[in-house]
């Protein structure tokens, strides 16, 4: 099968479009015939070795497409079924093998592309609003790179819930896809100081909490910008891994709560994907969450993909489609 894959980490020139065998799902596990792989900073960091894997390392952490075949002990799924998922490495590939768990069934009505532009982003979003830091109206967040795949989700959801949502982004057409999400105020933080912002919006209060997704950059203001006993939501790094702190810098800042979450901890089972998917596909359908696939590219293109992600020249969702 073809695939996108890495034998050494490093720039978009150790991505390798080739073949690699078609691999055999084992007990409790589905193949899947992959129609779309949607593109994530995840995917990124393992190119670039700031996450690890054994090589052959395929890249793509989330995909939808057909049931093929199912492993020993594998129930409620057959052949031909239309499926998604995220947090199984090897999406970027005409085939992966996915534990049955994760797999969820792709309602009718919505097509492959938008179900692999949902899954990771969609499911990261859903517990950040509603598990990590449970958002409740009349909150107010302030969400980093809200332009973004999921900045523009978990925008949508939090205005939804009844919070009040700051969003930066790096450009003016960037913070008016956020406006139009729903974002009530919008910061340019490659122009001005966000944390000044921030105070200067909440009338010197602070929010409740920051979801940090942009990591080195941001991380110390975003600190500042919370009210006290506020929490710190540092989910990603696309800017760079966070340094390390002394937990006295928490209580010097206002008694604040810090925590580094990972999809992989919100996705436990079934009924938790269940839960999450279950919503963002009602959302969908009734209109309430629009997703934004802005960039699609064939699968022999990845190294674009992975060049305009990591140039912040995209907005909303990068998939690549395969078959
Ligand atoms: P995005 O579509 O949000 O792209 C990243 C954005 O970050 C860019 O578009 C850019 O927006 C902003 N950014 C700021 N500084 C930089 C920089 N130096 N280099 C690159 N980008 C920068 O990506 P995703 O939606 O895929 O992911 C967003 C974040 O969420 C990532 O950190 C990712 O790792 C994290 N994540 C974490 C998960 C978890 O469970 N912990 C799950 C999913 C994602 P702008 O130009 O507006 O600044």
Redesign the pocket.
């Known amino acids: 099968m073809k695939a996108i894959y890495i034998q050494n980490p490093g720039g978009v020139e150790n991505l390798i479009y080739g073949d690699l065998p078609t691999p055999v799902p084992g007990p409790g596990q589905a193949l899947v015939r992959l129609a779309a792989s949607g593109?994530?900073?995840?995917d990124?960091?393992f190119r670039t070795g700031l996450y690890q894997a054994d090589p052959p390392v395929v890249l793509g952490m989330e995909g939808a497409g057909t049931v093929e075949s199912a492993g020993d002990g594998v129930t409620g799924l057959k052949a031909g079924d239309r499926v998604a998922y995220a947090m199984a490495r090897g999406s970027d590939a005409e085939y992966a093998v996915v534990p049955a768990w994760q797999l969820v069934k792709i309602p009718d009505g919505v097509d492959f592309v938008s179900a692999a532009a949902v899954m990771?982003?969609g499911m990261?979003a859903h517990?950040?609003a509603f598990s990590t830091f449970a958002l409740k109206p009349g909150d107010t967040c302030l969400v980093?790179?809200?332009?973004?795949?999921?900045?523009l989700i978990l925008t949508q959801i939090a205005k939804k819930i009844g919070a009040t949502v700051i969003g930066?982004?790096?450009?003016e057409a960037?913070l008016e896809l956020a406006r139009e999400a729903g974002a009530a105020h919008g910061i340019n933080?490659?122009t001005q100081d966000f944390q000044q912002e921030v105070k200067r919006i909440t009338g010197g209060r602070g929010v409740d909490v920051v979801y940090d997704?942009?990591?080195?950059?941001?991380f110390l203001k975003s600190l500042d910008s919370l009210r006290p006993r506020g929490m710190m939501v540092s989910?990603?790094?696309?800017?760079?891994p966070v340094p390390a702190i002394q937990p006295l810098m928490l209580s010097q800042k206002g008694s604040l709560f810090l925590t580094?979450?990972?999809?992989?901890n919100?996705a436990v089972d079934r009924d938790e994907i269940a839960w999450r998917a279950g919503d963002l596909f009602r959302w969908i359908d009734d209109g309430s969450l629009k997703l934004r696939v802005e960039h699609r590219y064939p699968l022999a293109d990845a190294a674009r993909a992975h060049r305009d992600?990591?140039?912040?020249?995209?907005?909303?969702?990068?998939v690549l489609e395969i078959q």
Not at 144 to 151: E, K, P, S
Not at 235 to 240: E, H, I, T, V, Y
Not at 310 to 318: D, F, P, V
């Open positions: 593109v994530n900073f995840i990124i960091y990771l982003q990261t517990y950040l980093h790179a809200a332009a973004g795949g999921v900045g930066t982004a790096g450009s960037k933080y490659s997704g942009v990591g080195a950059e941001t989910f990603g790094n696309a800017s760079g580094r979450p990972s999809l992989a919100y992600l990591e140039g912040r020249k995209t907005t909303g969702k990068l």
